[in-house]
């Protein structure tokens, strides 16, 4: 069955750092996002992608984020200038319509 | 704006029936979704509920009134293995999910 992937599982950085992390969505879904999960707390939706742009935001996607599609089948997440706030799991998720699908998440930690 | 409640915390026995609600408030309305998501692991959709009534999925079913702008999911014949955090979202004025605070399902022995 095909899937969502994530790399890297984990990712450490230090303060200040850059990080990109990636994602492989299904390849026939039109639709790819990301989404944030501080630990404990809820699922917050960050940025949704089709056609190659931008398709809606939340608030916490500032011009600290970006997200690209470099190729055919990766689509990544940048984050500059990490604060220690910016520690959760992000998970990529892909839909063809109403169903979403999950990659297994990149767990970030910045110290 | 959207917001979504659901319990923080449900509790049950194997083999018992489970029921965990969500109330929402939202601008519009496409459809109200439910996850199940494992401690470390990814959300897992489950099911999706865009007209009233009742969707079954093997042992979950899931259930709307949109007029009520309610949910449920229930589960039946508990296993350990369903302990996890359960997640309501839907989708109001946009295709966007917002997700609730998700509920904590312990299946007891």
């Known amino acids: 069955e095909p899937e969502v992937t994530q790399t890297p599982s984990h990712q450490v950085t230090q303060m200040g750092q850059e990080v990109i992390l990636r994602c492989v969505p299904i390849?026939?879904?039109?639709?790819f996002y990301w989404y944030r999960q501080i630990l404990g707390q809820k699922v917050e939706f960050l940025v949704s992608?089709?056609?190659?742009?931008?398709?809606?935001k939340s608030e916490i996607f500032d011009d600290q984020f970006s997200v690209e599609r470099p190729d055919g089948s990766n689509f990544t997440l940048k984050i500059r200038s990490t604060k220690l706030e910016d520690s959760a799991m992000y998970f990529c998720?892909?839909?063809?319509?109403?169903?979403?699908?999950f990659g297994p998440g990149t767990r970030l930690t910045v110290l | 704006g959207q917001s979504l409640e659901q319990p923080s915390e449900v509790t049950a026995v194997e083999g018992a029936i489970v029921q965990i609600n969500c109330t929402y408030q939202?601008?519009?309305?496409?459809?109200l979704s439910w996850y199940q998501q494992h401690d470390g692991g990814a959300p897992t959709f489950l099911s999706y509920?865009?007209?009233?009534g009742l969707e079954e999925t093997g042992r979950f079913s899931s259930f709307l009134s949109r007029s009520d702008s309610y949910g449920y999911l229930l589960l039946q014949e508990l296993q350990m293995k369903d302990s996890a955090s359960y997640f309501c979202?839907?989708?109001?004025?946009?295709?966007?999910?917002?997700f609730g605070r998700g509920t904590s399902l312990i299946v007891h022995p």
């Open positions: 998720a892909s839909s063809w319509e109403d169903t979403q699908y």
């Open positions: 390849s026939n879904h039109l639709y």
């Open positions: 992608f089709y056609n190659n742009e931008i398709s809606e």
């Open positions: 939202t601008s519009g309305f496409y459809g």
């Open positions: 509920n865009a007209l009233d």
């Open positions: 979202a839907v989708r109001g004025g946009s295709y966007i999910p917002t």
